[in-house]
C-alpha cells in the first residue's frame, strides 16, 4: 500500500497536470489534491515526461521472442552474412535437428526469392527454415524442402507459391500459408519451458519500450498454455489479449473451440490475460504479389493478389464469430483487401445485434478513396504499423513498382482517417519491425527514413501531430483494448504508466526516437 508521488509535466491525454499519485496498482489523486499526500515515494520527472503506458494493438510477443534461440539474421545486410550466420548457429548447436530462424530481409535479392543452394553452403545436412521478416515468406534449404516433400511435381497450392527455377525446380522461396506450411508443418514444436521463456523475453523487451498491453495477433491453440504457464509463473511483464487465427478450411469447427479457449483463458489466465479477438488474415502482403488489390499489380498485370477468404465466406466468418461475442482483427493490406473487410464487418453488424464491437483492421496500406468514410460510419478502427509509413528500400524496391506511383500515394492514411473521426490505434507488428513506440510515433509525424528522407515526408498531407501520434499509441489502443478505465489517467485508473527522458512534444520531431524510457509501470509494479 506504498503511496508514490510523480512530480512534474504529467500528459494524462485530457490536458497536463503537475502531480499525480498510485498506490495499490491505481492512482488515486491528480494534481493539487496528490501533493496533498503524504507519499512513501516520490519521482521527480525532471526534464521527462510521465503519461499512460504505450500499449501494441497488433503484435506477435511469441514469435518475437522466440527469435532470441535461433540463429540471429534479423539485420544482416547480404546473403553471405546470413549464411555465415547459420553456419555459426549450426556449429554451436549440434543436436538441434531443425535450423530455425526468422526476420531476414526480403528486399536483399531481386523479388524477395531467395535459393536454397545458398544455405546449402552454410547447412547441407540439417533443414534450415527462416522465415522473412513480413512473416508471409519462408526460405528453406535443400534438405527442408526434401523432408518436406516439395519436388518438381508438387502442385502449386490453393493459397500459396512455390517459387521456382527457370528449369521448373522448386527455389526455396515459399510464398503464403499452404505453400509455408508445407515446411512449417514438419518442423517440432519447442517444449512449454522453452515458450514461457520466450514470452519473458517478449515481456522484458516491451517494458523496456514503456509497453504494457500488447494485442496478440496470431495465437493458434497450443499458444494457449504457454501464456497461461507464464502468468501462473508471475514471469508475464505486460497484459496480452489473445486472437485466435480463424482458418478459412475449418473456421466453422474453430468455432466451439474458440469459446472454449475464450473461457479456459478466464478461468486460469488471472488478471494480465484475455482471450475476447478472432484473427483473419483478408490478403497477403504487397511485396509479395500477394496482397488482395482491386486491379491488377503492374509488374503482373495477371494478377491481382491472393485474397486469403472469398469475400462471402469472409463475411460469413466474421458474422459467425461476431454472434459468438468476439471482436474481429482483419489483417488487410490491399485495397480489395480492405474493402472485403469493411464489407464483412458491414454484414455483421446489419445481422447481429447490436453490441460493443469495436472491430479492428490492421494495417491498412492502400485504401481505395470511396471506402475511407466508411471506417468512421461503421466504428471500425484503424490499426495502423507507423514505422512502415517511410520511403525505405521495401517500398522503393518491391512495394511502389508492384502498385505503380498513383496507388503507392495511397498507403498509410493516416491523417485522412483521424480527420475523419474513425478510431486509429498504433501497433508494431513485432518482430515483422521494432516494437519501439517512439520509433514508430517519430515517423508518424515526419513520414521520414531515419536518415531524414525525404525533407518534405513522404505523402505529407497524411502526417500526424505529435498528440495525434500519441494518442493512438496509447489512448487509441486502449481503447481497442476495452480498456477505457486505462484511455486517461484519472482517480481508479490502473497506474500503467511511462516515464521518458524528454516530451516529444517539445523536442525536435526526427529526435524522437533518442528519447529514453526511464521507467514503466504495470499496475502500479515497475517492470523496467
Request: charged content about 20%; some cysteine; aromatic content about 8%.
Amino acid at each position: 500500500m506504498t503511496t508514490t508521488l510523480f512530480r512534474g509535466t504529467i500528459r494524462t491525454g485530457a490536458g497536463d497536470t503537475t502531480a499525480l499519485a498510485i498506490r495499490d496498482g491505481h492512482v488515486v489523486a491528480l494534481g493539487a489534491d496528490a501533493l496533498a499526500l503524504d507519499a512513501d515515494e516520490i519521482v521527480e520527472l525532471g526534464d521527462g515526461l510521465l503519461l499512460p503506458a504505450f500499449g501494441d494493438g497488433h503484435a506477435h510477443p511469441l514469435f518475437g521472442g522466440l527469435e532470441y534461440f535461433g540463429p540471429q539474421v534479423k539485420g544482416l545486410a547480404s546473403v553471405e552474412a546470413i549464411g555465415a550466420e547459420v553456419g555459426r548457429w549450426a556449429a554451436a548447436h549440434p543436436d538441434e535437428d531443425w535450423i530455425v530462424g526468422a526476420s531476414y530481409d526480403p528486399t536483399l535479392v531481386p523479388d524477395g526469392e531467395f535459393d536454397a543452394r545458398w544455405l546449402d553452403a552454410a547447412v547441407a545436412d540439417r533443414p534450415v527454415v527462416l522465415r522473412a521478416y513480413d512473416y508471409h515468406t519462408v526460405w528453406c534449404n535443400t534438405e527442408a524442402l526434401r523432408r518436406a516433400g516439395i519436388t518438381d511435381a508438387t502442385p502449386q497450392p490453393r493459397l500459396g507459391r512455390v517459387v521456382r527455377r527457370p528449369d521448373g525446380s522448386a527455389m526455396g522461396t515459399l510464398r503464403e500459408w499452404h505453400a509455408c506450411d508445407l515446411v512449417l508443418d514438419r518442423v517440432p514444436g519447442r517444449p512449454v519451458d522453452e515458450l514461457v521463456e520466450a514470452l519473458r523475453v517478449a515481456g522484458s523487451a516491451f517494458a523496456r519500450a514503456g509497453v504494457t498491453w500488447v494485442q496478440d495477433a496470431w495465437v493458434e491453440p497450443e499458444m494457449v498454455t504457454p501464456y497461461i504457464e507464464a502468468a501462473r509463473r508471475g514471469v508475464l511483464a505486460f497484459r496480452a489479449n489473445l486472437a485466435f487465427r480463424a482458418d478459412p478450411d475449418r473456421w466453422l469447427g474453430q468455432r466451439a473451440e474458440f469459446v472454449a479457449a475464450r473461457a479456459r483463458v478466464v478461468a486460469e489466465g488471472g488478471s494480465l490475460l484475455s482471450a475476447r479477438t478472432v484473427k483473419f488474415f483478408a490478403d497477403g502482403v504487397i511485396e509479395g504479389g500477394t496482397a488482395a488489390m482491386l486491379a491488377p499489380y503492374c509488374d503482373a498485370p495477371h494478377s491481382c493478389g491472393m485474397p486469403v477468404w472469398p469475400p462471402a465466406a469472409l463475411a460469413a466468418a466474421v458474422t459467425a464469430f461476431d454472434a459468438d461475442g468476439f471482436q474481429v482483427h482483419i489483417h488487410a493490406i490491399g485495397d480489395a483487401g480492405v474493402r472485403a473487410a469493411l464489407d464483412a464487418i458491414e454484414a455483421a453488424a446489419a445481422v447481429n445485434p447490436a453490441w460493443d464491437r469495436r472491430p479492428v483492421i490492421a494495417h491498412v496500406q492502400i485504401v481505395d478513396p470511396a471506402d475511407l468514410a466508411r471506417f468512421e460510419r461503421l466504428g471500425v478502427i484503424a490499426n495502423f504499423e507507423p514505422l512502415w509509413a517511410q520511403l525505405d528500400p521495401l517500398q522503393t524496391e518491391l512495394s511502389i513498382p508492384r502498385v505503380g506511383e498513383k496507388r503507392g500515394a495511397l498507403q498509410y492514411p493516416m491523417r485522412g482517417l483521424v480527420d475523419s473521426g474513425a478510431p486509429v490505434s498504433f501497433g508494431s507488428d513485432w518482430p515483422v519491425s521494432s516494437h519501439q513506440p517512439l520509433e514508430g510515433i517519430q515517423v508518424a509525424v515526419t513520414r521520414r527514413t531515419f536518415e531524414g528522407t525525404p525533407d518534405e515526408g513522404w505523402i505529407p498531407h497524411e502526417r500526424l501531430t505529435m498528440d495525434q501520434a500519441l494518442d493512438a499509441y496509447t489512448s487509441g489502443v486502449a481503447y481497442q483494448a476495452f480498456a477505457d478505465d486505462r484511455r486517461v489517467p484519472a482517480v481508479g485508473s490502473p497506474a500503467d504508466l511511462v516515464w521518458l527522458s524528454a516530451d516529444p512534444r517539445t523536442v525536435d520531431p526526427m529526435a524522437v526516437r533518442q528519447i529514453a524510457v526511464e521507467a514503466t509501470w504495470l499496475g502500479g509494479q515497475r517492470t523496467h
